[in-house]
């Protein structure tokens, strides 16, 4: 599904050029879960980013979907990532001013469907999360794990190809995060792609495969 | 898509209250300030547009030089509208007309009417006055006919039909009848009236002269091109014209002005007071400063709130949201809220038209302000506006990069920082421009009321004297002294605040061509005593002096008796004392002695130097000045009028206060620095608004700041500094700007007057203390409450 070849990323300090991603090849098939794991700035986001194409790369190569990613033009970037890629973070990114219903429609606003056909689609989805009854209510009157579950709504809404995952239990308790991981689960088994970044190997193990990363290198085991 | 922007935009509205509060509040001050003076700037531009013929009338100015001094003004005589008509192929036609006071009687009502009009029954073919009975052929031709319009005619006649109808015309009851009924003068025409009266009703005052120049003559030309060349045979006309009674260089002519122009670029008077089109600019740059002032405000908190807007960005671009579509929500909203605020100042100017109208001395009716151009205005303000206003912070929060704003590291650019800044002292230095105006002008006007004017003009009544009076002025005055209250009466030609008439002036030594122009009033021997004038040197008039020329003979030999002023004197090369008991010339008939030398008055407003003048008797003069105490006005104003009915029967009785004519010289002035209060106080107000919005803004960015620092022992003086010191800045920086040009357009508006204050240092002191005291409050306000908040509270949010 996408293959990332010698991707090197950095910042200049000053005279001081610090590496966030550095030589990074990494091949992803469809249907694969994978978990991107390593300590505190060791490039897992920016690596997700990347992939995700919210952030660019100084050098290297990447292709998606048969696409060189760093060939493409913003908008046809952004095409290409608003038909297959779902994003889910840590602090869930609502938008307070609107209702459960309202945010999971957003991507679909975006995507110029119809109303009618908007309307279906995220009604079929409340069903699937089982949360129809919280339709009207504002992100700040859910918990945590249930915002967390309107996010991941949210991202699939669009019926995306690959699910990208930013520490989605990161801000949950232990039980909420075992049902989003369930839920990851599930979702892998009907053949979605997902590649999550975490820091608990408990969260790893659902994964199909892992990706340990130190300094924005990937650890070979 | 709509929807849901506009869903978004409402909620976050309703969500960020203050924001949106001091948003809509300043757009709507800001619009209401703006819809009001568009009101008014058309109103005044769309005076007489009705006129269908407008583009073709023109009105005749006289001007005449009697031995060298220029004299012009807006009257004719009745001989002009014949004579021009007769002889000039360009005039289609003429028509004359004057305005007067007159009582009248129907029934048992008694009004007194002040815009009774006569006019030749040319009229009706000239303006486009709607005649709604009557035929306007014969309604105005014969003496002794009256049109009047729809309201005067419900006034007296209630629903009946008029026409047909007697009313008494003047204290005589000269008979009148109606012959028909004209719709309501316009509020935009500059003439207005309330009846119409044929001119023949005049009778006597029809003479074949040029001089008598006491009417208002308007010309219908067949081509509105003809007006230059029409011009230009006049002064030939008119030489010929008067061969026969003028000599040397002594000449009158008339001057031709645009119908339509008249209103707002005459300098002299319509059948109402005119306006001016600098005033027009004046109002109008004032009113888009403010409404600067209030978009201003929008672009500072839109900005600033941009952090907390920005999270939401962010998600919508993850979710696939294009920077475009992020751009015109945000123009989205600006619209949203200039719609809200436009609606709401639209109410609120409805509210306030009727004050509005009191200042402004208009009538501008609600109705106006939905006329399909006033609304068609609104829309593309509201447009401009949010465009003006929207794109920047819409341009700014398109623009952010979603990992960033997701991962927290967004920080408020450098940039809308500076931009925001200057914003605030542009904001300021309107205020601080506008503050500084207005102490300037209310500082003027205040020298205008208080500067000792070499005579003392309070509690003068002035009443009208006529022919019949004048022959019986000595009973007049002993019947009204009888009251202890009125301390003394005196003619003049002219009040003593605005000696107009024009004369020239010669010593008996000097040839005819060594003539001084100078301004003279024809007064009696009370009337230096009654306007408290000093003497410095010579005696006053004598009731003999008066008598010396009011019973001589036509063919006596008469000496006058003059007093001069010392510029009338040092004019004629003398000192006062050299003065008295010169032989001088006043024209070329008034041979005289000089009797006293008064001191140098203002007899005429500040605008213009104290010119030389000479004062002297003869047997004219319209006004009766009444010096009284000023106690018991009440009483003494009952008295006069009673004692008025006794001895002038054939008046009604009319005063007014020599004090009040004498503001009226400065009307414009005074209504320019009414209206710059409202305007200045507006502006400071909006400008602390938008800063209020900032800084609370600012302060709940600062919020961990503030813990820190106190946590670190800062007390709270000391952080209150840290968070005024900022703005105050920007404010003296304002301050500084503004000081410079106030200082310049000021001195300007103050070359106009001869006699005028200087500008001092402390005025500006006192406006940039204002400025800063106002701003030092509004952020003090929230400064303090941050200040006081426990520190551990702040920091455990973060």
């Known amino acids: ?221 | 898509m709509f929807k849901h922007y506009f869903k978004t935009a409402v909620r976050n509205l309703g969500k960020s209250k203050v924001f949106s509060f001091i948003n809509i509040l300043g757009l709507t001050i800001g619009l209401t300030c703006c819809i009001l003076m568009v009101l008014y700037i058309r109103h005044e531009l769309s005076y007489d547009d009705f006129q269908k013929k407008g583009d073709r009338i023109t009105r005749v100015i006289m001007e005449y030089s009697m031995g060298g001094s220029v004299m012009s003004g807006n009257f004719t005589s009745t001989k002009v509208a014949p004579a021009f008509k007769k002889n000039f192929p360009e005039v289609e036609q003429a028509v004359r007309m004057t305005n007067s006071n007159r009582i009248i009687h129907y029934d048992d009502k008694l009004f007194d009417e002040k815009s009774f009009m006569y006019a030749d029954s040319t009229f009706f073919d000239i303006f486009s006055f709607k005649l709604l009975k009557g035929n306007p052929q014969y309604a105005l031709s014969g003496p002794n006919v009256v049109v009047v319009t729809q309201s005067t005619s419900k006034k007296y006649f209630g629903n009946d039909d008029p026409v047909g109808k007697i009313i008494k015309v003047g204290s005589d009851e000269t008979p009148y009848q109606v012959t028909g009924v004209i719709e309501d003068c316009p509020s935009n025409s500059q003439i207005k009236y309330d009846m119409l009266a044929s001119f023949s009703s005049l009778g006597e005052t029809q003479e074949e002269t040029y001089w008598n120049a006491n009417f208002t003559t308007y010309l219908l030309l067949k081509d509105k091109k003809d007006i230059a060349s029409l011009q230009a045979k006049i002064p030939a006309f008119m030489k010929k014209e008067m061969a026969a009674v003028l000599s040397g260089n002594d000449y009158v002519t008339f001057n031709l002005e645009p119908f339509r122009s008249i209103h707002l670029h005459s300098p002299y008077e319509g059948f109402e007071p005119n306006s001016s089109i600098t005033y027009i600019y004046i109002i109008g740059i004032v009113a888009l400063l403010i409404l600067a002032i209030a978009c201003f405000t929008y672009v500072n908190l839109s900005t600033a709130r941009s952090m907390e807007r920005a999270k939401e960005v962010g998600i919508r671009k993850v979710s696939g949201a294009h920077k475009k579509q992020i751009f015109w929500q945000f123009i989205g909203e600006s619209m949203i809220l200039s719609v809200i605020s436009l609606l709401l100042s639209f109410g609120l100017a409805a509210l306030l038209l009727p004050s509005f109208n009191q200042l402004a001395d208009r009538q501008l009716d609600l109705y106006s302000m939905f006329s399909p151009f006033i609304i068609g205005l609104a829309i593309l303000i509201i447009i401009c506006i949010s465009l003006f206003a929207g794109s920047y912070p819409a341009l700014i929060l398109s623009g952010f990069q979603p990992v960033k704003v997701l991962k927290g590291a967004f920080k408020n650019t450098g940039s809308g920082l500076l931009l925001r800044k200057t914003l605030i002292v542009f904001q300021f230095a309107i205020s601080a421009f506008l503050i500084v105006a207005t102490f300037i002008i209310q500082n003027q006007l205040h020298f205008i009321q208080n500067k000792d004017l070499g005579f003392d003009r309070e509690h003068i009544v002035v009443l009208p004297l006529d022919q019949k009076m004048r022959d019986n002025l000595n009973t007049i005055k002993t019947e009204f002294k009888t009251n202890p209250d009125v301390l003394s009466l005196a003619k003049a030609s002219n009040e003593p605040i605005n000696i107009i008439s024009g004369f020239n002036m010669r010593r008996a030594d000097q040839a005819d061509k060594e003539n001084i122009s100078v301004n003279a009033n024809v007064v009696d021997e009370d009337f230096i005593k009654t306007i408290g004038a000093k003497i410095i040197e010579g005696t006053d008039f004598t009731l003999q002096d008066s008598k010396d020329v009011l019973d001589a003979k036509e063919d006596d030999k008469v000496t006058y008796h003059f007093i001069l002023n010392e510029s009338a004197a040092k004019a004629l090369g003398w000192t006062p004392e050299e003065a008295i008991g010169k032989k001088m010339y006043l024209g070329d008939q008034r041979p005289g002695l000089v009797k006293a030398v008064v001191k140098d008055f203002n007899f005429s407003s500040f605008h213009d130097p104290i010119k030389p003048l000479v004062l002297f008797n003869e047997g004219w003069g319209g006004n009766l000045l009444v010096k009284l105490s000023g106690k018991h006005l009440p009483q003494t104003l009952a008295f006069l009028e009673s004692k008025w009915k006794e001895l002038v029967p054939q008046r009604p009785f009319e005063y007014r206060f020599l004090d009040d004519d004498y503001n009226k010289l400065y009307q414009s002035e005074i209504r320019l620095g009414k209206v710059l209060n409202i305007f200045a106080t507006i502006a400071i107000l909006l400008a602390a608004l938008g800063l209020f919005g900032l800084s609370a803004y600012t302060i709940q960015q600062r919020t961990k700041e503030i813990g820190i620092r106190k946590v670190l022992g800062a007390s709270v003086p000391n952080v209150i500094t840290l968070l005024s010191k900022d703005f105050l800045t920007l404010v003296i920086i304002a301050s500084l700007i503004a000081f410079p040009i106030a200082w310049w357009a000021m001195n300007k508006w103050l070359e106009d007057f001869v006699y005028r204050v200087s500008i001092g240092w402390w005025i500006f002191l006192i406006s940039g203390i204002i400025a800063v005291v106002i701003s030092l409050l509004t952020v003090s306000f929230l400064a303090v409450k941050a200040a006081v908040a426990n520190p551990v509270k702040s920091l455990r949010t973060e």
């Open chain 1, 1 to 221: 599904m996408l293959e990332l070849k010698g991707i090197y990323k950095w910042v200049n300090t000053g005279n001081h050029r610090t590496f966030l991603l550095k030589d990074v090849d990494m091949t992803v098939q469809a249907g694969e879960f994978i978990s991107i794991m390593g300590p505190s700035g060791s490039g897992k986001s920016t690596l997700l980013n990347v992939i995700g194409m919210l952030d660019e790369f100084n050098e290297g190569e990447y292709i998606f979907m048969n696409e060189s990613v760093h060939k493409l033009k913003e908008k046809q970037r952004s095409s290409l990532y608003k038909q297959y890629i779902g994003f889910v973070f840590q602090a869930y990114h609502l938008i307070d001013e609107l209702t459960v219903y309202e945010n999971i429609e957003t991507p679909l606003i975006y995507q110029n469907i119809k109303t009618s056909e908007r309307k279906a689609m995220v009604a079929d989805i409340l069903d699937r999360f089982q949360i129809v009854g919280k339709k009207d209510l504002f992100p700040t009157q859910l918990s945590g794990g249930q915002q967390q579950l309107v996010g991941i709504a949210r991202a699939l809404i669009a019926n995306p190809k690959l699910l990208l995952a930013d520490e989605p239990t990161g801000n949950l308790n232990s039980k909420q995060g075992e049902e989003i991981m369930n839920l990851f689960k599930q979702l892998n088994d009907e053949g979605m792609t997902i590649i999550q970044v975490t820091h608990s190997e408990k969260n790893a193990a659902y994964g199909s495969h892992i990706i340990n990363l130190l300094d924005g290198m990937i650890q070979k085991n």
